[in-house]
């Protein structure tokens, strides 16, 4: 679902990129051909607020969160900010020595605060990169000896995501946004190993 989600909003990005204008936080069109008075200091025109439920599920897969982002638009081309989320992910990894009709499974809960720094290159388009922080408790059926439901382990885990990503403008200051990433660090504890892209996407208002 996810994947379908980006493929739409590129598609719609390349179809209309050269006819459409570059939006300012007011969404009025031509903000980099308008000539403005630069204010000093904190300017709230500039501040950037998003977030995005995520749910994904499929063969007994379970993923189920929340994220919220805030931000501030340091440059016309140039944003970055704080990020917290949350994702409960559940997953079937054996099954049950004295049932083998019974699936086990393992259960995560994630708790990932980050920043992120995104730079707009060509109109809606952007580099990205975000470094996230993992903080989980999981939970399986078995240990490595064997041991059936051993005690939750908490452990954590460093992210670092670069990639590139769309801005499909919706009306007034919103946005919906989607990127294409990937975790270059691939600690040994990370949800995303082993490495493979993967995507990530939300609402903001004034990105």
Same mark, same amino acid.
């Given at each position: 679902? &996810?994947?379908?989600?980006?493929?739409?909003?590129?598609?719609?990005?390349?179809?209309?990129?050269?006819? =459409?204008?570059?939006?300012?936080?007011?969404?009025?069109?031509?903000?980099?051909?308008?000539?403005?008075?630069?204010?000093?200091?904190?300017?709230?025109?500039?501040?950037?607020?998003?977030?995005? $439920?995520?749910?994904?599920?499929?063969?007994?897969?379970?993923?189920?969160?929340?994220?919220?982002?805030?931000?501030?638009?340091?440059?016309?081309?140039?944003?970055?900010? +704080?990020?917290?989320?949350? +994702?409960?992910?559940?997953?079937?990894?054996?099954?049950?020595?004295?049932?083998?009709?019974?699936? +086990?499974?393992?259960?995560?809960?994630?708790?990932? $605060?980050?920043?992120?720094?995104?730079? *707009?290159?060509?109109?809606? *388009?952007?580099?990205?990169?975000?470094?996230?922080?993992?903080?989980?408790? =999981?939970?399986?059926?078995?240990?490595?000896?064997?041991?059936?439901?051993?005690?939750?382990?908490?452990?954590?885990?460093?992210?670092?995501?670069?990639?590139?990503?769309?801005?499909?403008?919706?009306?007034?200051?919103?946005?919906?946004?989607?990127?294409?990433?990937?975790?270059?660090?691939?600690? &040994?504890?990370?949800?995303?190993?082993?490495?493979?892209?993967?995507?990530?996407?939300?609402?903001?208002?004034? +990105?």
């Amino acid at each position: 679902m &996810k994947n379908l989600i980006f493929v739409l909003i590129l598609c719609a990005g390349f179809t209309y990129a050269s006819a =459409q204008d570059v939006y300012n936080s007011s969404g009025k069109p031509g903000y980099h051909k308008q000539t403005k008075k630069k204010k000093k200091g904190y300017d709230p025109d500039k501040l950037i607020l998003g977030g995005m $439920p995520n749910l994904d599920f499929g063969n007994g897969f379970v993923d189920v969160g929340v994220s919220a982002i805030v931000g501030y638009r340091l440059t016309d081309h140039f944003s970055a900010g +704080l990020g917290v989320g949350y +994702l409960y992910s559940k997953s079937p990894i054996a099954y049950d020595p004295n049932n083998s009709n019974n699936i +086990l499974y393992q259960n995560e809960n994630i708790i990932y $605060p980050n920043l992120w720094a995104r730079y *707009f290159f060509y109109r809606n *388009f952007f580099a990205t990169a975000t470094y996230e922080y993992d903080i989980i408790s =999981q939970k399986v059926p078995f240990d490595n000896f064997g041991n059936l439901y051993p005690p939750t382990s908490h452990f954590t885990n460093s992210c670092l995501f670069v990639g590139a990503g769309y801005r499909w403008h919706i009306a007034g200051r919103l946005s919906f946004y989607g990127e294409l990433v990937y975790d270059v660090l691939q600690g &040994k504890n990370s949800p995303y190993y082993p490495g493979q892209p993967t995507i990530h996407f939300g609402i903001a208002a004034g +990105l």
